[in-house]
């Protein structure tokens, strides 16, 4: 059964600390995304890429995010320096154009 | 541009009921249509969807949703409720072509023993 998994599960660090977050997407897909869930905001698109090129970053604060995808099994999504407002869950899912997104269990940041 | 709307972010219905979850959806084109459910502490599931083929779409756990042009909705419906259908449900929409899902803020269900 194939899963979206993602690393870590949950974070917890102190402002102005460097965060990485991993995602392994289902293999074979093309588009892997990056979310942001919080009360507040709801669920908030962040990033996505098609065949490891980003395509959109326009939801990502640009100064301390950054999204990358070194090869095909593997999406980061970085926050330097960190801040309390960050803190969320964030979920990275993979799929195809117009299709199914199948999402990861999420990191659950706590920045304090 | 696309958009959906979920009426009720909180809706409680008692154990056996019927549930149903308003979802309407603004598109330009013809759009693919999406529900997921989030139980807590877990990413999303997808619970079906439309693709434009048929307008009545089953999904899993008992849940279907109908397509209705002409009220541009697309509402999700369980007969009679379980205590494990309490969570987050979320309605998407995009379209063939499209990458993006654009979700509504979600409907949180609350199943009453």
């Known amino acids: 059964d194939a899963r979206v998994t993602q690393t870590p599960r949950h974070k917890v660090t102190e402002m102005g600390q460097e965060v990485t977050m991993r995602c392994q997407p289902i293999?074979?897909?093309?588009?892997v995304f990056w979310y942001r869930q919080t009360m507040m905001q709801g669920l908030e698109l962040l990033a996505y890429?098609?065949?490891?090129?980003?395509?959109?970053d326009s939801g990502m604060p640009k100064d301390r995010f950054s999204a990358e995808m070194p090869d095909a099994t593997l999406a980061t999504l970085k926050i330097q320096p960190s801040e309390p407002r960050d803190s969320a869950v964030y979920f990275c899912?993979?799929?195809?154009?117009?299709?199914?997104?199948?999402f990861g269990p999420g990191t659950r940041l706590l920045v304090l | 541009a696309q958009s959906v709307t979920q009426l009720g972010s909180h809706v409680s219905v008692s154990e056996g009921a019927l549930v149903l979850l308003r979802c309407n959806y603004s598109?330009?084109?013809?759009?693919?249509l999406f529900w997921y459910v989030q139980y807590p502490n877990q990413g999303l599931q997808l619970l079906l969807k439309?693709?434009?083929?048929?307008?009545l779409v089953k999904g899993i756990n008992g849940f279907e949703a109908e397509f209705k042009k002409s009220e541009t909705s697309f509402h999700l419906t369980k007969p009679s409720a379980h205590m494990s259908d309490a969570a987050e449900y979320f309605c998407?929409?995009?379209?063939?072509?499209?990458?993006?899902?654009?979700f509504g803020t979600g409907t949180r269900l609350t199943i009453i023993p």
């Open positions: 899912a993979s799929g195809f154009i117009g299709e199914t997104q199948y």
């Open positions: 293999l074979g897909h093309n588009t």
């Open positions: 890429f098609r065949n490891r090129a980003p395509l959109d």
């Open positions: 598109s330009s084109v013809p759009p693919y």
């Open positions: 439309y693709t434009s083929a048929a307008t």
């Open positions: 998407a929409v995009t379209n063939f072509g499209n990458e993006k899902l654009t």
